[in-house]
C-alpha cells in the first residue's frame, strides 16, 4: 500500500481552511436575503469575508478546528492499521502547520496532548469496504460550540407534547434550534437521525452532515419533512449569530434508523456556519478533492 | 456602519441601540476567566493580597481600560519564541462564565464596552445602564477576519496566566461587531428569546 500520509495532510488543511462551494453558496443567498444595513446582513458579510480570506491565506475558518471526524471507505484487503497511523500522522502533522489548533485533551488529567492525537478515538476515524476499486475518504471537522447545542430526545417526550411519528420529530428538532438560539454559530445545519440506539443515532446524525446541502433526501416524506423543518426553523427568527433575521438554518438533513419497539429516539447533530467538509478520492494512483 | 474609537465617551455610548452594527478602533486588551477573577480579587474586592507584578500591571492598564474595552478571547499568538507577536486567529470566547464579576470590573475600571459572543445576563445588563457602557457581539467563528483586524500586538502582561487567559493588549482596527447590549436596558438575547419562544409554542400548538 503507498503511503498517503500528505494525500491525508492536503485533505485536512482544505477542509480547515477552504469552506465547500455548496456551504459558501447558502451563505450568500442568506447575505443577498437578509436586510441591508441589518445585524444580520453585517455577520454574513463578515462570515464570507473570513471565508475568502482564510482560502486565500490557507489559514483556519475557525480558530475551533473542531474533531476531526474521518469516514473511510476501502476496496477489500486493505489495511486499516496502515491507513489509520497515516491519518493519525497526517493530523498531527496538520496541527504543527497550523491548520488544526492543539484540540485534544485528556479529561481526566487535563492536559492538552498538543498534536490533536489523543487514544483510540482522537481523531474520530470510520472504516467501511466497499466495492469500488479505489478509496474514498470524507473528512469532517466539528466545532465544539455547535457540538454543545446538539441534543437527544427520547419519545415521547410529555414537555414537547411529542409523540412517536414525524410530527413529534419535527417538535424535537424544532425545540433544540430554539434552544441553541445564537449559540451554536448559527445559521445551522442540522444533521438529524430518528431511531437506533442512543449511540448509533448520534452516530447517524453526523453521518446525515455528510450530504450536499443541496440535495434532496430520496425518501420522499423525509424530504418533506426536511424543507419544512428549514421553513419552520427560520420562522423562529434567530438569525445569525441570534441576532434575528431569517437565516437560522441553512438546511435540514434527516436519516432514519431501525430502532426496538421500546425505544424512539430522535438526535440532532447541530452544525455551525462553519460546516467544514471535503471528500478525498484515489482512485488509479491519482488523487482528487471535493 | 457606525465607527467608533476608543476611548469612547458617554456620548457615544449613549448613541448606540440594540442590534447597531460597529467598526471599533483602538486599544483594547484581551480578558476572560482568569483576569476577570484577578481583577475582582486583588483590587476590587481586595479579598488577596497583590503580589510580584500585580500593583504595577494594574497602574498599566488602568489607563488603557478607562473609557475603552475588554475583548473576551484565547487567542492564538504566533512569535512566542520572539516575543514578535502576532494574532492568527482571534475569534470571541464565550462571555456568559464572566457574569458574575463583569458588572463590577466595568464600574470599576470605567469600561465602555465588552465584546465577546453569546450575551450575557441582567447584572452586566445592569452596569451597562450605569457606567454607561455597552456589550458588543463579535462574529463567532470570524477568526481570521478578525485576526486580521489586529494591527499590532502592543504587549502581553500576565504571560504566567497561560496564552489564551494572558492580557493581550492590541491595537485594532474597523473590528467588526455589533451592539447586542445598549446602555438603555435592552438585550437582543433576552428579546430574541422571547421572540422565537413564542413562535415555537405557536408552531407546535
Ligand atoms: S461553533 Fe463553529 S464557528 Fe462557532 S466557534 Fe465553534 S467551530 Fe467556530
Known amino acids: 500500500m503507498q503511503d498517503m500520509t500528505d494525500a491525508f495532510l492536503e485533505l485536512v488543511r482544505m477542509t480547515s481552511t477552504d469552506l465547500p462551494p455548496d456551504v459558501e453558496d447558502a451563505l450568500k443567498l442568506a447575505r443577498d436575503r437578509a436586510q441591508p444595513g441589518s445585524a444580520a446582513r453585517g455577520a454574513l458579510d463578515s462570515i464570507l469575508e473570513n471565508v475568502s480570506l482564510a482560502r486565500q491565506n490557507s489559514t483556519p475558518i475557525c480558530q475551533d478546528t473542531g474533531t476531526p471526524l474521518f469516514y473511510v471507505h476501502h476496496p477489500q484487503g486493505w489495511s486499516t492499521r496502515q491507513l489509520r497511523e497515516q491519518i493519525r500522522a497526517a493530523v498531527a502533522k496538520a496541527t504543527t502547520l497550523a491548520f488544526l489548533r492543539p484540540n485534544a485533551v485528556d479529561t481526566i488529567s487535563g492536559k492538552n496532548s498538543g498534536n490533536n492525537l489523543g487514544g483510540e478515538h482522537y481523531p474520530s476515524i470510520h472504516f467501511s469496504e466497499h466495492q469500488m476499486d479505489g478509496l474514498v475518504v470524507d473528512l469532517m471537522l466539528k466545532g465544539g460550540g455547535c457540538e454543545n447545542v446538539g441534543a437527544q430526545y427520547s419519545l415521547p417526550h410529555a414537555g414537547l407534547g411529542a409523540g412517536r411519528d414525524l410530527k413529534g420529530v419535527r417538535a424535537a428538532a424544532l425545540d433544540t434550534v430554539f434552544r441553541a438560539q445564537g449559540k451554536g454559530c448559527a445559521p445551522g445545519i442540522l444533521g438529524v437521525a430518528i431511531g437506533g440506539d442512543r449511540g448509533s443515532s448520534y452516530a447517524a446524525s453526523k453521518e446525515a452532515l455528510l450530504r450536499k446541502l443541496d440535495d434532496s433526501n430520496p425518501d420522499p416524506t423525509l424530504d418533506d419533512l426536511e424543507n419544512t423543518l428549514v421553513e419552520e426553523a427560520n420562522q423562529l427568527n434567530i438569525g445569525p449569530m441570534g441576532f434575528g433575521g431569517e437565516a437560522t438554518v441553512l438546511g435540514v438533513k434527516i436519516k432514519g434508523l431501525h430502532r426496538l419497539p421500546a425505544s424512539y429516539f430522535v438526535s440532532v447533530s447541530y452544525m455551525c456556519w462553519a460546516y467544514r467538509r471535503r471528500r478525498m478520492i484515489v482512485d488509479d494512483g491519482r488523487t482528487r478533492y471535493e | ?205
Request: aromatic share 6%; glycine share 8%.
Open chain 2, 1 to 205: 456602519m457606525r465607527k467608533l474609537s476608543i476611548p469612547i465617551s458617554d456620548d457615544q455610548i449613549r448613541e448606540l441601540n440594540m442590534g447597531d452594527p460597529v467598526l471599533l478602533s483602538g486599544v483594547m486588551l484581551t480578558g476572560r476567566d482568569t483576569v476577570h477573577k484577578w481583577m475582582i480579587e486583588t483590587f476590587i474586592e481586595e479579598s488577596r493580597q497583590p503580589v510580584d507584578d500585580d500593583k504595577k500591571v494594574y497602574e498599566a492598564i488602568r489607563p488603557i481600560l478607562d473609557g475603552g474595552a475588554i475583548y473576551h478571547c484565547g487567542p492564538v499568538v504566533a512569535g512566542l519564541d520572539t516575543g514578535d507577536y502576532r494574532f492568527v486567529a482571534a475569534g470571541p470566547t464565550t462571555s456568559i462564565r464572566e457574569e458574575p464579576y463583569q458588572g463590577d470590573v466595568m464600574r470599576h475600571f470605567n469600561l465602555k464596552a465588552v465584546i465577546g459572543k453569546g450575551g450575557m445576563a441582567d447584572k452586566t445588563l445592569a452596569a451597562c445602564q450605569e457606567v454607561p457602557a455597552v456589550y458588543l457581539h463579535a462574529i463567532g467563528g470570524a477568526a481570521s477576519l478578525i485576526a486580521q483586524s489586529v494591527r499590532k500586538v502592543r504587549g502581553v502582561r500576565k504571560l504566567d496566566f497561560g496564552v489564551p487567559e494572558a492580557m493581550w493588549e492590541i491595537e485594532v482596527v474597523d473590528f467588526p461587531a455589533v451592539v447586542t447590549m445598549d446602555s438603555h436596558g435592552k438585550s437582543l438575547h433576552a428579546e430574541i428569546e422571547a421572540q422565537s419562544r413564542a413562535v415555537l409554542e405557536s408552531l407546535l400548538a
